[in-house]
């Protein structure tokens, strides 16, 4: 039976379209640095209104990746 040992990062995705949007833009760009992503977490949803319009979605999200093993 194998274990796995997680690091957690916080990550804040935007987007004008929606909050699917704004957490799928946060992980494309963690994917950039960031090996072995495995799970995420919505902690906080919030956005930004101008002229009465929502212009910009917010999410907080928890990312979990597994560490590289010990040489």
């Known amino acids: 039976m194998s274990t796995h040992t997680y690091k957690v990062v916080e990550l804040v995705g935007s987007s004008e379209v929606g909050i699917e949007d704004a957490i799928k833009n946060a992980i494309a760009r963690a994917s950039k640095t960031i090996r072995n992503m495995r799970w995420f977490e919505v902690v906080e949803t919030r956005?930004?209104?101008?002229?009465?319009?929502?212009?910009?979605?917010?999410?907080?999200?928890k990312v979990g990746f597994t560490m590289d093993d010990a040489a």
């Open 47 to 61: 956005g930004h209104i101008e002229n009465d319009t929502v212009k910009h979605f917010q999410v907080t999200l």
